[in-house]
Each structure stands twice: as C-alpha cells, then as structure tokens.
C-alpha cells in the first residue's frame, strides 16, 4: 500500500510538470483544454448554444496517472477501465467509443438551461473495481444570440422608416451606425463574425436609381478567426464596442455624407450600410464566439440572421427654383 501511495505521488507530479510545460501527447486533442481545477466546486461556467434539436458537445475526462502511466506522454489508456457520466435535466450522454477513446462522451442538451455534469472514473477488476472521486462541471445552454442594424440620427432628420431609413436636406456630416447583438454570455466572452458593406447611389425623384458612384463595397471584415470583440474594433471611424452582458453594442460613423452629382448636377445621394455574413456579401447572418463553439462537433458552422440588416441615409439637394412664365405684356398687342 505505501509503495501504490508512493508511486501515486510520484506520477502525480509528473503529470502536473507535463501539463504545466504543455507536453500533453494526443490526447485530449486541441482545442480541448482543462475546464477547471476545482474538480469539486468549480467555478467555470461551460457555455453553449442551444440549437433546435439540442447541442450536443464533446468532453475528455483525465485518467488516473497511476493506472494509465503512458496517457500523457502517448494517449494510451489501461483496458476495461469506465467513466461514469451523469447530467441533469433531460440531458443526454453516449461514449461514442468507436471513434473515440473510452475517457470519452458527448453530452447532449435539449433546451436553454443549467446542467450539472459529472464523472466518475472506475477501475477495471483486475485492479480491484474501485470507483474514483467525482469530478463536477457547470454547464449553461443559452438562447441563440440575436442581432440586428439601426440608426437615430434626431435632429432635423425625416424618418422614412423608424431606426431604418432617414432623409434631410444638404450635406451632413458624419452619422453613427449601431450594430446591437443580445446573447447572455459574460462580457469576456462575447465576439462576432460578421462584415459592414457600404453602397452609394443616385437617386431620381421617384426613388430610382440613375447611377451608382460606388457599389456595394466591404468596408469592415470580422472574419470567424478574429472576430469583433473588445480588443478588436476593426478600422470604420471612432468604431467602439460596448459590453454589458446580454447587450453587446458595435458602433461606427459613416463617411461624411455629401451630395454627389449626376451629369454635373446635384442628385439625391443614399449611402447604404449594411451588415451580413463575413465572406458572403449576398448572405444575412452572423456568427458568435459561443456559437461557433457549439457547432464544434458538426463541424459546420451556423450563422444567424439580423433581425434588421440594411440602413440608409438619403441627403437630398435644395430644390433649383426654375424662372417664372407669365401671360407676356404684348400678348395682344
């Protein structure tokens, strides 16, 4: 017994020195990483997007150093050992050991909610049968995040359609654009994919358009692998991010907004800005850090749409008030 409790010891530090120097074989492979070291009362919240049907995500428990000596170092486990997994509410657990090695699960969550999850490794026979403490991991299922575009540029501005489209007369400078998101995650954790596209158009004065000055063009990219985040407000003007968990907000100016000219000649000028899924310019969606997460296992990633996708601004010119036609004096002269 003292040599079992010796050798314990011994392999427990040596484990802790391989992880702690980031030598971890194959096994748990990236990008899975250690949930928290308070196995008992842990204080990290796993988050994942609740999806229609469920979210099924997968997790890796770490063997004992003791019965399974070449884990880190090669990934191999000791046979007919067994991991015990339980989840609450309606959850749903299979060791999909086919593919996967027996320390192995995949849970599935069936509506937004907590769940309490927890694993217990057992020993085989041949090493006595014991059953191991309990390791304990908090997981929340949120809603699909939303998000949509306005703007409320007040003043003297004429809605057209409220916090959608505004019109007013003469050049302007600089409007704000606000790109809103709610999803209830911490501030930490919230970022996003999604691009900022910026159109400009003449106008006639029935709405049509006569000419395009700039096509739709991709000013700001949040692509899945940098997402818009704190640290990351891209390049638009005086761009800020404002976090307060669940709502997120992305703000920007527009370029100054002149009146362009058709032919020589003042036109009703629209600049249009809208937001849509980065990459795809014909796309209405966006993607969140959590929710690219939760698609880890299908490996395809889901986009949500905008609940508001476009916003414009039209700036027309002052009438040009033409010369005025009488009866002349020599009419009947």
Request: charged share 10%; glycine share 8%; hydrophobic share 40%.
């Amino acid at each position: 017994m003292r040599k079992i409790n010796i050798l314990r010891a011994v392999l427990s530090v040596a484990t802790a020195m391989l992880l702690t120097g980031g030598v971890f074989g194959q096994n748990p492979p990236a990008p899975y990483a250690l949930y928290d070291a308070n196995k008992a009362a842990p204080s990290t919240v796993d988050y994942v997007t609740f999806k229609t049907g469920g979210t099924t995500m997968g997790y890796y428990a770490l063997p004992d150093p003791v019965y399974h000596p070449n884990y880190v170092a090669t990934g191999a486990l000791t046979a007919n050992f067994v991991w015990n997994w339980t989840v609450n509410n309606g959850g749903a657990i299979t060791y999909p050991v086919a593919t996967f090695t027996a320390n192995y699960a995949q849970i599935t969550y069936p509506a937004a909610g907590n769940y309490a999850v927890t694993v217990v490794e057992q020993a085989s026979a041949a090493f006595g049968g014991c059953t191991g403490s309990t390791t304990n991991m908090n997981v929340t299922a949120i809603n699909p995040p939303t998000g949509t575009a306005s703007i409320a540029p007040g003043g003297t501005w004429q809605a057209i359609t409220p916090n959608v489209s505004y019109q007013i007369c003469s050049n302007q400078s600089a409007q704000t654009v606000t790109v809103a998101f709610n999803e209830a995650v911490p501030n930490i954790l919230a970022s996003y994919a999604f691009q900022v596209t910026e159109t400009k158009e003449l106008l006639d004065g029935t709405g049509a358009v006569i000419a395009t000055p700039q096509a739709e063009t991709v000013v700001q990219d949040f692509p899945l692998a940098t997402k818009l985040k704190g640290t990351n407000l891209g390049g638009l003007p005086s761009a800020a991010f404002n976090a307060a968990t669940p709502a997120f907000t992305f703000t920007f100016l527009t370029d100054a907004l002149d009146i362009m000219q058709n032919l020589g000649v003042d036109a009703r000028t629209r600049y249009t800005y809208r937001v849509t899924r980065t990459g795809d310019a014909a796309q209405n969606g966006f993607a969140s850090n959590i929710s690219q997460k939760s698609d880890f296992i299908s490996g395809t990633v889901n986009y949500y749409n905008f609940t508001n996708q476009t916003v414009s601004f039209i700036i027309n010119p002052a009438p040009v008030t033409g010369p005025i036609y009488y009866v002349p004096n020599n009419f009947n002269y």
